[in-house]
């Protein structure tokens, strides 16, 4: 009997945190979209369902755009992602730790200081801007920095090892014997690829764009830094409404549904596929 | 037609890893240029990003100069310690019951271990602001602390996880039929095996709280981390002692990578050994002092 409630005791803590700091504040997030007032006369509650229909109107312009950059960058980290993990997984040899290593290392340098990094590089005097130009990828007048270009690139840069790992720990469990079985049927090679390997490699696929696509979704630094103000997404219509505007109710609203949306992404896709993509590994299954 | 084929059969054999060596320069050029820039002689003690005026180990010399930078990178660091240090706890705790135990909630916990590593940093920082301000509590130090416990728990339980999953519990047994308490079989077999997952894990929740700028930006109040500071002082020049924390932080973290890693093998190693059987079964005289 005390043996059965031994695991309670030790979830007890941890899950109690989550769920007063994580699902509470949900809650509390709601509470404040349904008021209406101003910040000098207050925020009084009194269900104004309106604020969400508005705050999806009033911004569409940013909403589409984060949904269109979140989903370039995505589909190019996929593309830059796929090769090297494929490469890191069966070709490193004894390198492999030591690649594995540099792919994380961006993040042992501060978030914000890599895309200030970015900025530097993307700025109208650096000579990868000369580069672009005289190779007319640019205009000989045109910039850089300050573009839809520049904000997708910081976003790939900054969200690749979001899709390069799950993407490995998938290929490195590949049974290499499946593709040597296709290939010992007459396949070519590009069809092992597009017939075994890929299939097999889709979970991963599939957890790297969410883990890539959610986060770059509801980003505000890359907009900030290296767009301009054309280039603004949700993520800073949230942060200037509610840091700057305090126009909390209409914040809280459109961050709301943003949560909503995301949660409702993320639980379909737990329930085909189970938890294990995001814990990484895969026998946390669809229990 | 040979000619033309050995080009391309080298390309085909060496082509992926020929990308994967540029792919993972680009990954890094980020960090070389913080490092490079961090010994740029620039007229105004400001980040300039050009490299006209050479090179100089003045702003190394002076790395410490700033006092409000060096107020924000202690906050970062005190803050870091601590949400290490209780987010490590509670998700080990964790991390034991979801690999050790089958109980009913168990998907449950999972679900809610899962979620807030796949809510974007803007939404978390602003429920967590919604909620401070339905309580009027004042936003500083302490809103900062439980924010960023909650993030890192997540990423905490995952690491201790999957360190978890493989482990032998054989040595667990061994121990209680040597008449081990369970608690000393934790504390003598369990925990020493365990401790470089756990390590890891301290490891990467140290990275991500000294790392955060989007919630610490909702939840900070007047209190300045180091992401905080350079984001502040970004609109008006960057002093160029910012890049020679963030190198000195990144070699400390590399560092401290390549020492858990090195323990990891080792423990792995002794692991091994002590679950391998004796070969031969029965010794032969003098085999033991060979081996």
Do not use: C
């Amino acid at each position: 009997m005390r043996q059965r409630r031994v695991p309670y005791w030790l979830l007890g803590p941890g899950l109690l945190w989550l769920f007063i700091f994580f699902v509470v504040p949900m809650y509390f997030m709601g509470e404040l979209a349904l008021r209406s007032g101003s910040l000098t006369t207050g925020f009084a509650f009194d269900w104004a369902w309106s604020n969400f229909p508005d705050s999806l109107s009033g911004n569409t312009e940013q909403i589409l755009r984060s949904v269109y950059y979140a989903g370039v960058a995505t589909i190019l980290a996929l593309l830059i992602a796929y090769p090297l993990a494929y490469a890191i997984a069966f070709r490193a040899g004894r390198f492999k730790l030591l690649l594995l290593f540099a792919v994380i290392a961006p993040f042992f340098t501060t978030y914000l200081i890599r895309t200030i990094a970015w900025k530097t590089i993307l700025s109208d005097s650096s000579p990868i801007v000369d580069v672009l130009q005289t190779l007319a990828l640019v205009p000989e007048d045109g910039r850089v920095l300050a573009t839809s270009g520049a904000v997708i690139a910081g976003l790939t840069y900054n969200f690749l090892p979001f899709m390069i790992l799950p993407l490995y720990a998938n290929l490195e469990r590949l049974d290499l014997r499946l593709i040597e079985a296709a290939r010992d049927l007459y396949s070519s090679s590009r069809q092992a690829f597009l017939r075994v390997t890929l299939p097999l490699t889709m979970p991963g696929i599939v957890a790297g764009v969410l883990l890539t696509f959610i986060p770059a979704f509801g980003d505000y630094i890359n907009a900030q830094l290296l767009g301009g103000t054309q280039q603004a997404m949700v993520g800073n219509v949230i942060q200037s409404l509610y840091l700057t505007q305090r126009d909390y109710p209409e914040a809280a609203a459109l961050s709301f549904l943003m949560m909503a949306l995301i949660l409702a992404v993320v639980t379909l896709y737990i329930r085909f596929a189970g938890t294990g993509a995001f814990m990484g590994d895969a026998d946390e299954g669809k229990a | 037609m040979a000619a033309l084929s050995r080009p391309w059969a080298w390309l085909r054999r060496n082509g992926l890893p020929i990308y994967a060596g540029f792919a993972v320069a680009y990954m890094l050029i980020p960090i070389v240029v913080i490092a490079v820039f961090s010994f740029g002689d620039t007229p105004r003690d400001r980040l300039t990003f050009g490299l006209d005026d050479g090179f100089t180990l003045e702003y190394w010399e002076s790395a410490f100069a700033i006092r409000e930078l060096n107020d924000a990178l202690f906050t970062s660091l005190r803050l870091a310690a601590l949400s290490t240090v209780v987010s490590t706890v509670l998700g080990t705790l964790m991390a034991l019951a979801l690999v050790r135990h089958r109980f009913r909630a168990r998907r449950a916990a999972n679900l809610l271990i899962v979620i807030p590593m796949a809510t974007p940093e803007v939404v978390i920082g602003a429920a967590l602001l919604s909620m401070f301000i339905y309580y009027t509590l004042a936003l500083g130090f302490t809103t900062l602390l439980i924010a960023h416990i909650m993030f890192s728990i997540s990423f905490v339980v995952v690491v201790v996880r999957s360190r978890l999953i493989g482990f032998d519990r054989s040595l667990e047994e061994a121990a209680a039929d040597l008449g081990a308490t369970p608690f000393t079989a934790f504390r003598t077999v369990t925990l020493p095996l365990l401790a470089p997952g756990i390590m890891a894990a301290a490891l990467l929740a140290f990275a991500l709280s000294i790392d955060d700028f989007v919630i610490s930006n909702f939840n900070s109040g007047i209190e300045v981390t180091f992401p905080l500071y350079v984001y502040g002082v970004s609109l008006r020049g960057i002093p160029v002692q910012v890049n020679v924390l963030a190198t000195m932080l990144f070699a400390v973290t590399v560092l401290a990578i390549a020492l858990v890693l090195v323990q990891q093998r080792r423990a792995e190693r002794l692991a091994a050994r002590v679950s391998e059987p004796q070969q031969p079964p029965i010794p032969a005289p003098g085999a033991a002092a060979t081996s």
